[in-house]
């Protein structure tokens, strides 16, 4: 009885969208958008280039304010959040162009991740006392046990703009990891890998999942990638949602085949 309580708790939704849409001038990018993401889940959203999926993961980070519809995280309505509070709300991204400061190190791109937990004035950081080098310490030992999670705490003083793609792609994901999100969305994750990488990176999206007991939105084009990790797929195009369902139902749904494929003409 015990296990299936908390079972069940764990599949509570931890991020919904009720009719969600934006509107720029006349254009409609993105049109009665509506997700449930339970936590511990792992989901995707996919779609043709141009889809509007990026749209939709700047408006769940409340890049772009919504033109209509609500977004509730924990059940919450954060209609009044900025970007800064849904990061803090627990909302953690990586980005299509990867993001990094590249002149700093690894393990400072880390750190600037841990911004969430870090809590020292600039009297503290002047003057070095006691709590500053508390939090110092704190955030060093944080930070390498993060990069741990790739295997990357051997790198913690490179610079970041000198690490390979694959790596440069690893430390977003483990900065992000930093803000301590409830909810990890991941765009275009495997971009410039290998299949080695991506097959790594697959089993570390599981053992992020695992660890730290987030839910995994994922926009990916590497359809072998989504349908063997993710349990909930949406499907977007034109700014809309065609389809929903599980990666088998995907497959072999018409309106998704026809989306990436185009309409076949019809025989005579």
């Not at 339970?38 to 995707?44: D, F, L, S, T």
């Not at 909302?91 to 991740?113: H, M, S, W, Y």
């Amino acid at each position: 009885m015990g296990n299936q309580i908390e079972n069940k708790e764990e599949r509570i939704p931890i991020l919904e969208t009720v009719d969600l849409g934006i509107d720029f001038g006349g254009l409609t990018a993105v049109d009665n958008f509506n997700i449930s993401i339970k936590n511990v889940e792992i989901a995707g959203l996919i779609g043709p280039n141009g889809a509007g999926k990026t749209t939709v993961f700047n408006l769940l980070t409340k890049v772009y304010q919504p033109t209509r519809g609500k977004i509730l995280l924990g059940g919450k309505d954060t209609a009044s959040m900025n970007t800064v509070q849904m990061n803090r709300a627990g909302v953690a991204r990586t980005f299509q162009n990867i993001r990094l400061f590249d002149t700093l190190t690894v393990e400072e791109n880390v750190k600037i991740g841990l911004h969430n937990e870090i809590h020292y004035n600039w009297f503290d950081g002047v003057f070095r006392t006691a709590r500053y080098w508390k939090h110092e310490k704190y955030a060093h030992e944080r930070a390498m046990e993060l990069l741990s999670i790739f295997d990357m705490q051997g790198m913690a003083n490179q610079k970041a703009g000198s690490l390979p793609y694959g790596a440069q792609r690893r430390l977003e994901i483990v900065r992000a990891l930093g803000t301590n999100p409830s909810v990890l969305l991941l765009d275009e994750p495997a971009a410039g890998m290998n299949p080695s990488e991506t097959a790594e990176l697959m089993e570390n999206i599981r053992k992020i999942r695992d660890t730290f007991q987030i839910a995994i939105v994922l926009i990916e084009h590497d359809m072998s990638l989504v349908m063997n990790i993710c349990e909930e797929i949406a499907v977007l195009n034109y700014g809309k949602i065609i389809a929903k369902g599980t990666p088998e139902e995907i497959q072999a749904n018409p309106k998704v085949i026809e989306a990436y494929l185009g309409k076949q003409k019809e025989e005579a």
